[in-house]
């Protein structure tokens, strides 16, 4: 078994490794999902916004478009989604925006530093949530809110067990339980705030599912967390492909794949 540091290494060459083509195409639920993120804040226009997990930027470009007084300043510990992330504020002319490098279980930040605080789909990746959760409110002002997104359980469903069995008969060793299936209930969010100590937790949950076509599928699974998995398969990897192609092809309809993408909007109040 990995220990947490070993995945954390794990987790950051992967996304190294996928940024060019991170949340493009039949992933663009990222970005739409971004954009709920900025709007969900209902935010004046002058405050400081901390975005953790920042990836290429998915949630902080929307931010700082609504922050013409304000500034985003963006973490990620991919150096490759950050430098993503810059190209993309460049070609929109956002200056409102600080990219730096840091683990979230780690922030240098002063306490009370940041208005509000979000995390697009980067909590799961921490064994502690409750600890990583509380670590991101202490940068908050108190009344501010922390906000995060992650997957309701049923997301990907029925591909992505398919996808894991296929990869256990291949021999890799798959956990029984993805990181964001560990905050897809109501109840695990709630007991993930209430440790964290963080109050007025409110959950709104978005169906944002699409269409997509059978091989835009793999196109998911390639340019996203299951790379790691993936790599692992070696010269066996078309061969997994082709096979794992054909045993979803059933589930396509005359308009393509559906691709279940149901999010949950969780918030939290910074009480002191």
């Known amino acids: 078994m990995q220990d947490e540091e070993q995945r954390k290494q794990l987790t950051q060459k992967t996304f190294n490794t996928v940024a060019k083509d991170y949340g493009l195409g039949p992933s663009r639920f990222f970005h739409s999902s971004g954009q709920v993120m900025a709007e ?12 953790v997990a920042s990836g290429t930027g998915a949630t902080a470009l ?8 304000g500034h985003v300043t963006a973490i990620d510990f991919s150096t490759g989604m950050l430098e993503q992330a810059r190209i993309k504020a460049m070609v929109e002319g956002l200056s409102n925006l600080t990219f730096e490098s840091h683990d979230m279980t780690q922030l ?14 980067g909590l799961f990746f921490v064994d502690d949530m409750s600890g990583a959760l509380k670590h991101i409110a202490n940068t908050v002002k108190p009344g501010g809110k922390i906000l995060i997104s992650g997957f309701r359980g049923n997301s990907f469903q029925p591909m992505v067990k398919l996808l894991l069995d296929r990869f256990r008969s291949y021999g890799l060793e798959i956990p029984q339980q993805m990181g964001w299936q560990r905050m897809a209930k109501d109840t695990q969010l709630d007991e993930i705030f209430n440790k964290a100590r963080l109050n007025d937790m409110n959950i709104q949950n978005r169906s944002m599912g699409y269409h997509i076509a059978l091989e835009d599928w793999w196109d998911i699974v390639w340019n996203a967390g299951f790379r790691g998995f993936v790599e692992q398969l070696d010269d066996k990897i078309e061969e997994f492909n082709q096979a794992h192609l054909k045993e979803i092809l059933p589930l396509c309809g005359s308009n393509g794949l559906w691709l279940e993408i149901d999010i949950n909007f969780t918030s939290g109040i910074k009480e002191f």
Do not use: M, S, V, Y
């Open 108 to 121: 240098p930040f002063a306490p009370h530093n940041f208005d509000h605080a979000t995390c697009a789909f």
């Open 62 to 69: 929307p931010l700082a478009r609504n922050l013409p007084q």
């Open 40 to 51: 969900l804040l209902c935010l004046k226009g002058d405050e400081h916004i901390l975005d």
